[in-house]
């Protein structure tokens, strides 16, 4: 593995608005901000937009900044392309931007039936 991809996996670990949730610790279990997340993570009740798939983000990040009375959370597997649409937000100062790195196969662990208003996914 890359001496890059190492930094920028350690950097996301300081990112507040990033969630790395591994396979092996959620499978089973559903994680603790499902339900929750406009008023918890948020802070706010504007609905709740998914991109699955957001690769580096960067889609996430300009429809947080075109329409700011939603959340976005980008998903995505690979914390090294998440890590640019995390910096970037963080840089601007978005709030209603989170990202979760996980498999989406284990999406409903995260969020209850109703919860998220809309759904993207950008790639064929």
């Not at 980008?74 to 931007?97: M, T």
Request: aromatic share 14%; net charge positive; proline share 3%.
């Amino acid at each position: 593995m890359g001496k890059g991809k190492l930094i920028k996996f350690q950097e996301l670990e300081s990112f507040d608005h990033v969630i790395q949730a591994p396979y092996r610790n959620i499978k089973d279990t559903d994680f603790e901000l499902k339900g929750k997340w406009a008023t918890s993570f948020f802070k706010n009740n504007n609905p709740v937009v998914l991109e699955l798939g957001c690769g580096k983000g960067e889609y996430t990040v300009k429809l947080a900044e075109k329409f700011p009375e939603n959340n976005y959370i980008g998903v995505d597997i690979k914390g090294a392309r998440i890590w640019r649409g995390a910096k970037q937000s963080l840089e601007k100062g978005f709030k209603n931007v989170g990202f979760i790195r996980t498999n989406i196969e284990i999406i409903n662990r995260f969020f209850s039936v109703g919860e998220v208003d809309e759904i993207w996914l950008t790639f064929p």
